[in-house]
C-alpha cells in the first residue's frame, strides 16, 4: 500500500514525536551504562513508577504533568542517588563483581516494582490529561499532547548535555566514564559520581514516564516494554554514545510508526528486535558509536 506525501509526513511526524521520548528513556540508561558499568533492570520500572507518579499528583492535587515533572524529578534522582550509593555500592563490596551484582539486584527491584504497583494501584488503565486540541499546518496534524511532550523531553535532554559539557561535575562524570582510575587519582569522588549518573538516570526514566503518561495508557507492567526500547536505543545508537542515543531514539519511533501503520500494531512489535539484529550483523558499535564513551 502505498503513502501519499501527507500521510507520510504525518507518520514521520508521530514518528518523531514518539522517539524523542524514547530517546529521553534510553539517554538515561546510557548515562548509567556509560558511567556505571551496568545495565539497570529495573529502568522501565522507574518510567512507569513516574508515570504513576504524573497521575497520582492530578488525581490528588490537580497538577498537570508539568508540574509533576518540576517537584517529582529531584525526589527521583534522590532514589537513584541512594539506591546506587547505598545499597548497589554494598553489594558490589561482596564476591561478585559490580556488573553481576547490580544486575540481579535492579532486576529483582523491577520485579519487586512491579508487585507493589499492582497491589497498590491494580493492573487497571489510566492516563492523565495534559492538553486537548491540535494545530495543522496544511493537511499535517501536530497534536498538542505529544508536541508538549516531545519539547519537554527536548529540552530535558538538552539540560542534561548542558550538565554533562559545562559543569564541574559534568566533567567529573565524563572523566569517570572514560577511567575511574585516571579520575580518582586527580581527586574525583568516583563513589559520589556513580551515584549521581544513577540518580540522573533514574529521574530521565521517570521524567519520560511522567510526559508517557499523557500519551498513552499506563499500567503497572509496562515498565518491560519500555525497557526493551531502551537497550534496544543503546545498541542502536552505540554503547554508551550520547548522540547516538538521541538518533536512534527518532530512528525507533519513525520505523515503529511507520511500522504499525503498514503492518498493523501487533506484528509491529518485532520491529526492534529486526533492528537489533540487522544492527548487530551490519554495524555490531552502533550507529554512532563513540570511539571513547560520553558519559
Known sequence: MGLDLALAA?????????????????????LIFGVVRVLNMAHGEFVMIGAFGAFWAWRIAGANPLMAFVVLAPLFFAAGYALQYVVLHRAARGRMALEDSSLLLTYGLSISLVAVA??????????????????????????????IAFSTA????????GLLYFTRTGMAIRATAQSRELASVCGVRTRHVYAVAFGLGTAL???????????????????????????????????????????????????????????????????????????????????????????
Open 154 to 161: 527536548v529540552v530535558t535532554a538538552l539540560a542534561l548535555l
Open 10 to 30: 504525518q507518520l514521520l511526524l508521530n514518528g518523531v514525536l514518539l522517539g524523542g521520548i524514547y530517546a529521553l528513556i534510553a539517554i538515561g540508561l546510557s
Open 118 to 147: 499492582r497491589f497498590l494501584w491494580s493492573a487497571d488503565y489510566r492516563s492523565v490529561p495534559l492538553a486537548s486540541g491540535s494545530w495543522a499546518l496544511g493537511d499535517v496534524v501536530f497534536p498538542l499532547s505529544k508536541m
Open 205 to 295: 526514566a521517570a521524567c519520560a514516564g511522567m510526559m508517557l503518561s499523557t500519551i498513552y495508557a499506563i499500567y503497572p507492567d509496562m515498565g518491560v516494554d519500555y525497557s526493551v526500547r531502551a537497550f534496544v536505543v543503546i545498541i542502536l545508537g552505540g554503547l554508551g554514545s550520547m548522540t547516538g542515543t538521541l538518533l536512534a531514539g527518532l530512528v525507533l519511533g519513525v520505523v515503529e510508526t511507520f511500522a504499525a501503520f503498514q503492518l498493523g500494531a501487533l506484528p509491529a512489535t518485532i520491529v526492534p528486535f529486526v533492528l537489533i539484529v540487522a544492527v548487530l550483523l551490519l554495524r555490531p558499535a552502533g550507529m554512532l558509536a563513540a570511539s571513547q564513551r560520553e558519559g
